[in-house]
């Protein structure tokens, strides 16, 4: 009786073990494509206002320049520069990211938004 009880007893932890473990553990989740397609974008753009190109170039309203710039590191996108509102763009399955600069020698709030595909 008593090796029945231990038995049951070693069922038991076990099954709490394994419960703690799922718990502790969780399954790391995959990010979709428009999260990665995200990141680098934000990513591209915060390299681009570190280096000095795409402050001066949102506040003189360059979008030329900019474009050209951002050719280099992506593919398929559309910019643009917003003071209040964004136009959009009409393309579907769109990643948009927001970008702000506080201005440049002044402070004069600039958005730019990425779209990228």
Sequence with gaps: MKGMFHTIEAVIVLAMLM???AVVFKPIQRADDSTLLAKSGYSVLHHLDD??????????NDMASIRAE???WLSD????ICTLICT???RQD????????????SFDP?????YMW
Excluded: H
Aim: net charge positive.
């Design 88 to 90: 959009g763009t009409t």
């Design 110 to 114: 600039i958005r730019i938004r990425l």
């Design 19 to 21: 419960v703690s473990v």
């Design 94 to 105: 769109v990643t948009a990211v927001d970008y702000f600069i506080a201005g440049y020698q």
């Design 70 to 72: 951002l050719r280099q």
């Design 51 to 60: 280096s000095g190109r795409l402050r001066q170039a949102a506040a003189s």
């Design 77 to 80: 996108f559309d910019v643009e």
